[in-house]
């Protein structure tokens, strides 16, 4: 039986190259699972895994996502009530956020407690934080099952001035150093949200899709 992966189209985010990446790693499973980029909430309704990508500033995202009449209701109603596995990508993970403090304080989703804060690496280093960067995990996950950590494990690709500060260590799944400790994945329950890119991270985030395609929380 089809699955159907429903990748969120809201006017923000590399939709093709997520899109891509998760077609390549549908193939790599040889899984009939179909991924639909979409801006329709009845199709968010019926899918069995959601995405939500996402670049630029978090006021913009915000105010894109609520500008999509019913997506806002149709991704809780099926993601919070209905238990389907949900990955968040870059500003994605960071709209699951209490607030996000760019230019001002906005309301965000409230999936994951704590603020969107400015990065401020220390030691001369530049903000935007871009390029690459192995990580730490903080704990185990399913996602990030089969992915080697630390200063020899597989890199990540980051672009971000920003992150999210959990305010509930439960919540913090793994992080990299960048002139300062940098949160790379948050989740609860049936959520989960990487800051780096999967789709550019090569193995790493082919291996982390896989993982999110076979996940049952």
């Known amino acids: 039986m089809t699955s159907t992966v429903a990748i969120i189209d809201y006017g923000s985010g590399n939709l093709r190259s997520a899109a891509k990446a998760f077609e390549r790693s549908v193939r790599a499973l040889r899984s009939e699972i179909e991924v639909n980029v979409t801006s329709d909430p009845d199709a968010v309704r019926k899918a069995d895994r959601i995405v939500l990508p996402g670049v630029g500033a978090f006021e913009d995202c915000m105010n894109g996502l609520l500008a999509v009449r019913g997506m806002r209701a149709a991704m809780e109603e099926r993601v919070l009530k209905g238990g ?29 407690m704590g603020p969107v804060v400015r990065l401020e690496p220390r030691g001369g280093l530049k903000v935007p934080h871009m390029g690459w960067n192995t990580l730490r995990f903080t704990q185990p996950h399913p996602l990030l099952a089969n992915i080697p950590d630390g200063e020899a494990g597989l890199h990540a690709y980051f672009v971000h001035s920003y992150h999210l500060a959990p305010t509930d260590d439960r919540q913090l799944f793994a ?15 049936n959520i989960f949200g990487t800051q780096f890119h999967p789709e550019k991270s090569q193995t790493l985030g082919l291996t982390l899709i896989e993982n999110f395609l076979e996940w049952t929380p």
């Open 175 to 189: 992080v990299a150093d960048y002139g300062q400790e940098v949160t790379a994945c948050v989740g609860r329950d």
């Open 84 to 112: 389907v596995p949900f990955l968040g990508i870059c500003v994605g993970m960071q709209l699951m956020a209490t607030e996000g403090h760019e230019k001002g304080v906005f309301a965000g989703l409230n999936w994951i």
